[in-house]
C-alpha cells in the first residue's frame, strides 16, 4: 500500500494490516494509529520503536515473550503465524535434522531458563549457523544485555516485515 492509502485506514483495517509488524502484538499498531497522517513508511516505522522503546523492561520482555522459539514447537506443529513461517523457512530452520532440532530445542530451553524470555534474532539476516552460533556467543551475556540486544532484533524483523507492507509512490501501478 502507499503512505497515502495508508493514512486513510480506519483503525480496524490499520491493525488488521499492520497488528503483526511485531509479532503477537496487535497493540502496539493500534496505539500508533493515532499518529497518523504518517509521512512515509519510515515514519510508521520510527512511531512503533519509540512506542517500544517507551515501554517499562517488563513490557519489553513481553514483547519478547510473544516471539515462537527459532525451530520450535510452533513449527514443528504448524502454528507459526504466516510472517514467522516465512522467516523461520528463509533461514532453513524448517530444514533442520533431527539432531540439530533437539540441539535448538535445549539451546533455547537454556536460554529461556537463564532469561526469563525466548531468544530472539531476525531469522531473515541469518541462516541455522549464524542462529546457532549467535545463540550460544548471547547465552553469556547479562540480562540487561539480552532484553536490549532482543528489542533491537524485533525492531529489525518489525522494519523488514513493514518493508513489504509500505510501498513508496509507484510512478505507474505495477
Ligand atoms: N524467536 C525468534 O527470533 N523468532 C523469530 N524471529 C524471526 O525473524 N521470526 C521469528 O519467528
Known amino acids: 500500500m502507499d503512505i497515502e492509502a495508508i493514512n486513510s485506514l480506519p483503525y480496524e483495517d490499520f491493525v488488521s494490516i499492520f497488528g503483526n509488524v511485531v509479532e503477537r502484538c496487535p497493540i502496539i499498531a493500534a496505539a500508533v494509529w493515532s499518529g497518523r497522517p504518517f509521512p512515509s513508511g519510515a515514519a510508521i516505522e520510527a512511531a512503533i520503536n ?6 517499562p523492561e517488563s513490557g519489553k ?20 503465524t504466516p510472517e514467522s513461517r516465512e522467516e ?4 532453513g530452520l524448517d530444514r533442520m535434522g533431527a539432531a540439530e532440532v533437539s540441539r535448538m530445542t535445549r539451546l533455547n530451553a537454556e536460554y529461556k531458563a537463564r532469561f526469563g524470555f525466548p531468544f530472539v534474532v531476525c ?3 541469518n541462516d541455522r549457523t549464524s542462529i546457532v552460533e549467535q545463540l550460544r556467543e548471547r547465552l553469556g551475556n ?9 528489542v533491537e532484533e524485533v525492531k529489525e524483523i518489525c522494519r523488514l ?6 510501498h513508496s509512490d509507484q510512478k505507474h501501478k505495477s
Open 161 to 166: 516485515r513493514l518493508q513489504s507492507l509500505v
Open 142 to 150: 547479562t540480562q540487561a544485555q539480552e532484553r536490549a540486544r532482543g
Open 50 to 55: 519509540a512506542f517500544i522503546e517507551a515501554l
Open 123 to 125: 531469522a531473515r539476516m
Open 88 to 91: 523461520q523457512g528463509a533461514a
Open 61 to 80: 520482555e513481553g514483547i519478547l515473550r510473544c516471539h515462537p522459539d527459532l525451530a520450535g514447537k510452533d513449527l514443528q506443529s504448524g502454528t507459526l
